[in-house]
C-alpha cells in the first residue's frame, strides 16, 4: 500500500504543478474539466443514481463547469456561485452532518446536489488562478488543506483521545482538529498574505484568522464524504488513484474551502480593486 502511495503521488504532484504553472488559462480550465468528470463519475456511485442520468452525469458535470467557466462570464455571476457555495458549506452540510440524512435516498436528485458540491469547487480552482500570481495563490490556498490534513494526522496519532465524530469517521479526534489548526496557523504566519485580503495592507493576524476558517471548513468536507461512504459501506470513492482511493477522497476538503476563498477574493477585487479607488 505505502508503495502504491508513493508511487501515485510521484505521478500526480508533478502533473498537477505542471497544470498550476505551465498550462495556459484555457487549457487549464480543461483539466479542471477532466477531474470534474472523474469525481463526477465517483459522486453518482456514492449518491444511488441511475438509468441514463447516472451513466450522462460523468459528461454532463463538466460540460455544465466549461459553459460557466467561459471567458464572458461575468465576475458578478461567479461570485454569486460562489456565494451559494458558502451558504452550503457553512450553513446546509453542518445541519446534513447533525442529522445524518441518507445520501442515497435522493437517487437522480442528487444530480442537483452534486453539482452544488462540484461546480463551485472547480470555478474557485479556475477564478483563484487567474489572477496576476498564477498558480500560486491557489497553491498557497490549497495548501491550506494539505498542512492542516498532515498536522491533524499526525497530532491524532501521538494525542488523540476524543473522538470527533465517532459514527461517521471514528479515526478522527478532536485533538486532530487542534494540531492541525496549530499547523495551518503556523503556515500562515510565515507565507505571503493572500492578495485576496487586501495583502501587505491587512495585519498577519487576519491572515490568520481567515486561514483557521478555511481548516474548520476543511474538516466539515472530509466529514462529508466520510459520511456519503460510510452510509454505502464504502472504504473509498474508487480505485482510481492507487493507493489513495478516488479523486473524491483527494479532493474532499478542498470542496469545502475553495469557494469561500474564491468568494473572498472576488468580493476583493469587486468591491475593494474598484476603478479610482
Given at each position: 500500500?505505502?508503495?502504491?502511495r508513493v ?6 504532484i508533478p502533473?498537477?504543478?505542471?497544470g498550476l504553472?505551465?498550462?495556459p ?6 483539466f479542471?474539466a477532466?477531474?470534474?468528470?472523474f469525481?463526477a463519475?465517483?459522486w453518482q456511485?456514492l449518491?444511488?443514481?441511475?438509468g441514463?442520468?447516472?451513466r450522462?452525469y ?5 460540460g ?5 467557466a467561459?471567458?464572458?462570464?461575468s465576475?458578478f455571476?461567479?461570485?454569486g456561485v460562489?456565494?451559494a457555495?458558502c451558504v452550503?458549506w457553512?450553513l ?9 440524512w441518507?445520501l442515497a435516498?435522493?437517487g ?5 446536489l452534486?453539482?452544488?458540491?462540484l461546480?463551485p469547487?472547480?470555478?474557485a ?7 496576476s500570481m498564477g498558480g500560486?495563490l491557489?497553491?498557497?490556498i490549497?495548501a491550506?488543506?494539505?498542512v492542516?490534513?498532515?498536522a491533524?494526522?499526525?497530532s491524532?496519532?501521538?494525542?488523540g483521545?476524543?473522538k470527533?465524530a465517532p459514527?461517521i469517521s471514528p479515526?478522527?479526534?478532536w485533538?486532530?482538529v487542534?494540531?492541525?489548526?496549530a499547523g495551518?496557523?503556523i503556515y500562515a504566519?510565515v507565507v ?6 487586501g495583502?501587505?495592507?491587512v495585519?498577519t ?6 486561514a ?13 464524504e466520510?459520511?456519503f461512504?460510510?452510509q454505502?459501506?464504502l472504504?473509498?470513492?474508487s480505485q ?13 476538503s ?6 469561500v ?12 480593486l474598484?476603478?479610482?479607488h
Amino acid at each position: 500500500m505505502l508503495k502504491q502511495r508513493v508511487l501515485t503521488a510521484l505521478v500526480l504532484i508533478p502533473l498537477i504543478l505542471l497544470g498550476l504553472f505551465a498550462l495556459p488559462q484555457a487549457a487549464w480550465t480543461g483539466f479542471v474539466a477532466v477531474i470534474l468528470g472523474f469525481a463526477a463519475w465517483e459522486w453518482q456511485r456514492l449518491a444511488g443514481m441511475h438509468g441514463l442520468v447516472a451513466r450522462l452525469y460523468p459528461l454532463l458535470t463538466p460540460g455544465l463547469f466549461l459553459l460557466l467557466a467561459l471567458p464572458v462570464s461575468s465576475p458578478f455571476m461567479l461570485l454569486g456561485v460562489m456565494l451559494a457555495g458558502c451558504v452550503f458549506w457553512g450553513l446546509v452540510v453542518p445541519c446534513w452532518l447533525r442529522t445524518k440524512w441518507r445520501l442515497a435516498d435522493g437517487g437522480n436528485i442528487n444530480a442537483l446536489l452534486g453539482w452544488a458540491v462540484l461546480l463551485p469547487a472547480g470555478l474557485a480552482m479556475v477564478v483563484l488562478r487567474d489572477g496576476s500570481m498564477g498558480g500560486w495563490l491557489l497553491l498557497i490556498i490549497m495548501a491550506i488543506a494539505w498542512v492542516a490534513d498532515t498536522a491533524a494526522y499526525f497530532s491524532g496519532k501521538a494525542f488523540g483521545r476524543r473522538k470527533l465524530a465517532p459514527t461517521i469517521s471514528p479515526g478522527k479526534s478532536w485533538e486532530g482538529v487542534v494540531g492541525g489548526m496549530a499547523g495551518v496557523a503556523i503556515y500562515a504566519a510565515v507565507v505571503p498574505k493572500a492578495p485576496f485580503i487586501g495583502g501587505d495592507s491587512v495585519a498577519t493576524w487576519v491572515w490568520v484568522a481567515l486561514a483557521l476558517l478555511l481548516t474548520a471548513l476543511s474538516v466539515i468536507g472530509d466529514l462529508l464524504e466520510s459520511l456519503f461512504k460510510r452510509q454505502i459501506g464504502l472504504k473509498d470513492s474508487s480505485q482510481l488513484l492507487p493507493g489513495h482511493g478516488g479523486v473524491l477522497d483527494r479532493i474532499d476538503s478542498l470542496l469545502a474551502i475553495l469557494p469561500v476563498a474564491a468568494a473572498l477574493y472576488l468580493s476583493y477585487l469587486l468591491f475593494y480593486l474598484v476603478p479610482g479607488h
